[in-house]
């Protein structure tokens, strides 16, 4: 299994530098992944590769032009144009979430279109965008940041790039929970100490901690999480009831 992902942007070694390094430089490597960035002034024509102007209507800034998006996006990958689906890095796009991220994943090729200035002409989003995602409720410079947001998301979800298998499953929101707290080496540091559920060898006591924890953590931190699974089950409540029990203290009144 392995993704292709075409990048439309007026920043293209920015891409290149970062899916160049670390997981995603070792997924291109192993042939898990491929990301190719498209430079969108090569679809300007004019001397200076313009690819802004002003706004109809008047305001302030400049708006990503639709003519160089189109060239690039018709004449991509020698002619055969932008893989499919096209997405749009856009603050009024749908929030990106893992769910969306293990779809990307399977897809086997898709395409990201990153906005820069006062944003991009609505023509484009309307004829030519398969979709538009928004990685948060704040507005950056441009989609360079949410593209590689979005390409790191969905090739870590690839069979093979992560190393073990396992470690996609486990995460935070892999089953709609933020993840359980994490320990390493040294058993005691600055006096702190490892949750001796850690250290005990019981596999089940240790799943049930965790599965625990990170219901008390979504709780605390993101409870629309939990909102959104229906709320916390009769099963649920009562593992949380145990978290003093499985951690071997005595529970508090």
């Known amino acids: 299994m392995s993704l292709h992902v075409d990048v439309i942007t007026i920043f293209p070694d920015m891409i290149r530098s970062y899916v160049s390094e670390s997981i995603l430089g070792r997924a291109?490597?192993?042939?898990?992944?491929?990301?190719?960035?498209?430079?969108?002034?090569?679809?300007?024509?004019?001397?200076?590769?313009?690819?802004?102007?002003?706004?109809?209507g008047g305001g302030p800034g400049m708006v990503l032009t639709p003519g160089p998006i189109a060239a690039v996006i018709e004449g991509a990958n020698d002619g055969a144009g932008i893989a499919r689906p096209l997405i749009a890095l856009t603050p009024s796009g749908k929030r990106f979430d893992q769910a969306q991220a293990q779809t990307l994943a399977?897809?086997?090729?898709?395409?990201?279109?990153?906005?820069?200035?006062?944003?991009?002409?609505?023509?484009?989003?309307?004829?030519?965008?398969?979709?538009?995602?928004?990685?948060?409720?704040?507005?950056?410079?441009?989609?360079?940041l949410a593209a590689l947001v979005v390409i790191e998301a969905a090739a870590r979800l690839i069979p093979g790039v992560l190393g073990n298998e396992d470690s996609p499953v486990a995460?935070?929101?892999?089953?709609?929970?933020?993840e359980y707290p994490q320990y390493t080496k040294p058993q005691e540091f600055s006096g702190a100490q490892v949750p001796p559920v850690l250290l005990s060898g019981d596999h089940g006591r240790i799943a049930s901690w965790r599965l625990a924890k990170a219901l008390k953590r979504t709780l605390e931190r993101r409870p629309d999480l939990i909102e959104a699974k229906g709320g916390l089950s009769e099963a649920d409540q009562a593992l949380l009831g145990r978290i003093d029990e499985l951690e071997g203290r005595q529970k508090s009144d």
């Not at 002409?121 to 979709?131: F, G």
């Not at 995460?171 to 929970?177: I, M």
Request: aromatic letters at 10%; proline letters at 1%; one cysteine or more.
């Open 28 to 56: 291109q490597t192993l042939g898990y992944l491929s990301v190719t960035a498209h430079d969108l002034r090569d679809g300007a024509h004019d001397a200076r590769r313009s690819v802004d102007d002003t706004p109809f």
């Open 106 to 144: 399977h897809l086997g090729s898709f395409s990201l279109l990153c906005g820069r200035y006062e944003g991009i002409d609505q023509r484009i989003l309307d004829h030519y965008v398969d979709e538009e995602y928004s990685i948060g409720d704040f507005v950056l410079a441009g989609g360079e």
């Open 171 to 178: 995460e935070s929101f892999a089953d709609g929970l933020l």
